[in-house]
């Protein structure tokens, strides 16, 4: 019997796993799951008569090999640094390798080993990175096979709470990793607006936001991702004078969320003294700068910011409980970290609350001497806490990939990603046949 290996059993996994026990009998192939929690391996595995969940550390080499050897497709959903040494463990033991993380440099170095193997290494095979590439690339690919030329493409993806479940300030609760979040935007924005390069520095991103309407959920921001430009060639869009890929978040979170990076708190490469003992209040206090005493430490944030005292931004910081005399308890922790403990808990997701994936695609081009502007949406919804879009939106894209692979499903060999159409194409469809659907508005514009 022919088996698919997952290594890693976490957030992502649950829909992954599901997918491919859901076809394992038909198809006639066997699942086994191994992650460092032997517990939750079977857990996720479920009982299903086709699926075997099994404890993995993954630095023993040994036992890891033997599980690689006993099948024919690996999907790893590892940390992505641990890649690399899946990856040459396929090699040495002629196995697929899929993953949903972006390509590293160590990982592209084996492309040509792996290509010579005729061993498919599929990466970015998950919501963005992954679904972003296929449905922007099919929709560009359309446009320029009918003799359009496009010269705008704008592209955004969030994370969010749905509105059913939104019950705090912020707007905002976890779905994936929070230290992603905490840390998102870090380093040099880039893009191309009109011709033009614009750089975005860290400490300005989340104030120069721009926004977005979603047919049916209204307005939403939009911050710049780190670099849009490395698409050009990706997505074959050199004649493009604008570029821009951006994160989506509800109205009202750059704002304070620009708050957040101007007091210090996403600072992960300082060590706060006696961090266990201090308190969020004397956090913010000590990174102030200055005497908090007059009027106090709401007043010095909020002149220190240009905040108004009662105003939605102070309110946000407020409700995380930045002020409160609330030892932060981690040891030897920066202030990203201790921060990070403080969302864990407010922007934490309750059991039956439902998540949202928003993804917008926007191309301007000219088509027979008109100027048209195509806007592709996606939104979709989880059912609950662990049965989330970011969860299956993460998860299915790798878990079609690795069932067709196996199943004989034409691909690339080498380290690649899926920009391919005999590799987008039929799993577009399969995602559609599975709920997920762009809605697509396009419009003649005025020259």
């Known amino acids: 019997m022919k088996k698919i290996l997952v290594l890693g059993a976490g957030r992502s996994a649950t829909a992954l796993i599901d997918y491919l026990l859901q076809h394992a009998s038909e198809d006639d192939y066997g699942v086994i799951v191994a992650d460092a929690q032997p517990d939750l391996a079977h857990q996720k595995v479920g009982g299903h008569w086709r699926g ?10 040994p036992r890891r090999r033997a599980l690689i050897e006993a099948c024919d497709v690996v999907v790893s959903l590892l940390p992505p640094t641990l890649h690399v040494e899946v990856a040459r463990d396929c090699l040495s033991l002629n196995r697929h390798l899929v ?86 935007g870090q380093g040099m924005a ?23 309407h979603v047919p049916g959920l209204g307005a939403w921001e939009v911050y710049a991702n780190r670099d849009s430009l490395k698409y050009r060639e990706i997505y074959g869009l050199q004649q493009a004078k604008t570029l821009f890929r951006g994160t989506i978040r509800h109205r009202g979170f750059c704002d304070a969320w620009h708050a957040i990076v101007q007091l210090g708190l996403t600072e992960a490469n300082f060590t706060i003294p006696n961090s266990k003992e201090m308190t969020y209040a004397g956090l913010v206090e000590a990174l102030l700068g200055q005497n908090a005493s007059e009027g106090g430490l709401r ?94 939106l993460v998860g299915w894209p790798a878990g079609i990939f690795a069932r067709k692979l196996l199943l004989g499903a034409a691909a690339p060999p080498g380290v690649s990603t899926p920009t391919h159409p005999e590799v987008y194409e039929p799993l577009l469809r399969e995602l559609e046949r599975m709920g997920v659907r762009f809605t697509e508005e396009e419009e003649i514009c005025s020259q």
Do not use: C
């Open 299 to 392: 007043k010095a944030v909020a002149r220190l910011l240009n905040l108004e005292l009662e105003g939605p931004v102070m309110r946000q910081l407020e409700w995380l409980g930045l002020f409160e005399e609330r030892p932060i308890g981690i040891e030897s922790a920066s202030p990203a970290l201790a921060l990070e403990q403080l969302l864990l808990e407010k922007w934490a997701m309750h059991p039956h609350d439902r998540d949202m994936i928003i993804m917008q695609h926007l191309f301007e081009y000219d088509f027979q001497g008109q100027h048209r502007r195509l806007t592709a949406t996606l939104v979709a919804k989880g059912d609950d806490r662990t049965h989330t879009a970011m969860a299956r």
């Open 99 to 184: 993953t949903a993380s972006y390509i590293s440099e160590e990982l592209r170095a084996l492309d040509g080993e792996a290509r010579a193997r005729g061993l498919v290494f599929m990466n970015e095979l998950g919501l963005d990175p992954g679904l972003d590439h296929m449905s922007a690339i099919q929709r560009i690919r359309h446009i320029q096979q009918r003799g359009g030329r496009i010269v705008a493409f704008y592209s955004a993806t969030g994370g969010l709470v749905a509105p059913e479940s939104d019950d705090n300030p912020w707007h905002y609760k976890f779905s994936w990793n929070p230290r992603n979040v905490v840390l998102a």
């Open 190 to 212: 880039q893009y191309l607006e009109d011709g033009r390069l614009k750089l975005v520095p860290y400490h300005r991103l989340f104030s120069q936001y721009r926004l977005i």
């Open 52 to 61: 075997q969940g099994v404890g993995l550390d993954v630095a023993d080499v």
